[in-house]
Antibody, heavy 117, light 108 residues
Framework: EVQLVQSGAEVKKPGESLNISCKGS????????IGWVRQMPGKGLEWMGIIYAGDSDTSYSPSFQGQVTMSVDKSSSTAYLQWGSLKASDTAIYYC??????????WGQGTLLTVSS | EIVLTQSPGTLSLSPGERATLSCRAS???????LAWYQHKPGQAPRLLIYGASSRATGIPDRFSGSGSGTDFTLTISRLEPEDFAVYYC?????????FGQGTKVEIK
């Protein structure tokens, strides 16, 4: 069974750093892209960017370029989304999702991030 | 960047009724690379339609997609209780990929 399992909820303070993870199983991880999608409280889905698990080729939305970093660890079939310095406005649910053709056929369960002083 | 505008914002319907959701793009979506997703609170989004009109695996045939260019439609022929949710369109023909703002289908 194809699964994407994300790391658990996080509560952080402004200025702190963070990695959240997304572990793929049940498929050939390196043959797919992993996309990241943000959902702010009460809002819709926002496309953040994608990373190819085979060679770490990345494409960021202009809205998120420079704000986050996407990476993968092929050895553990895990993708990561990283922040160097969190802001209160980063409070959201973050989803990872798998794609090989542009649309997302499998999604992680989401990671809730709360940033508050 | 392609902006997707979904309408209406909210659709209030009863079970058994037909739902018609619209997704309009600010410029032509190449290759009809448009997908529809269903999203319920506390759950991951679920792929319904890709390529504007192809149903994803396991999606009931009451869901259908149509359209090309800048105008796309998701139709739910007869609403079941489990269909009340938020629906998003997404284009993947150009970068950055973008989502519409969503249409909420609620019980009347």
């Amino acid at each position: 069974e194809v699964q994407l399992v994300q790391s658990g909820a996080e509560v952080k303070k402004p200025g702190e750093s963070l990695n959240i993870s997304c572990k793929g199983s049940g498929y050939s991880f390196t043959n797919y892209w992993i996309g990241w999608v943000r959902q702010m409280p009460g809002k819709g889905l926002e496309w953040m960017g994608i990373i190819y698990a085979g060679d770490s080729d990345t494409s960021y939305s202009p809205s998120f370029q420079g704000q986050v970093t996407m990476s993968v660890d092929k050895s553990s079939s895990t993708a990561y989304l990283q922040w160097g310095s969190l802001k209160a406005s980063d409070t959201a649910i973050y989803y990872c999702a798998r794609t090989d053709s542009g649309y997302y056929d499998k999604w992680g369960q989401g990671t809730l991030l709360t940033v508050s002083s | 960047e392609i902006v997707l505008t979904q309408s209406p914002g909210t659709l209030s319907l009863s079970p058994g009724e037909r739902a018609t959701l619209s997704c309009r793009a600010s410029q032509s979506v190449s290759g009809s690379y448009l997908a529809w997703y269903q999203h319920k609170p506390g759950q991951a989004p679920r792929l319904l339609i890709y390529g504007a009109s192809s149903r994803a695996t396991g999606i009931p045939d009451r869901f259908s997609g149509s359209g090309s260019g800048t105008d796309f439609t998701l139709t739910i022929s007869r609403l079941e209780p489990e269909d009340f949710a938020v629906y998003y369109c997404q284009q993947y023909g150009s970068s950055p990929r973008t989502f519409g703002q969503g249409t909420k289908v609620e019980i009347k």
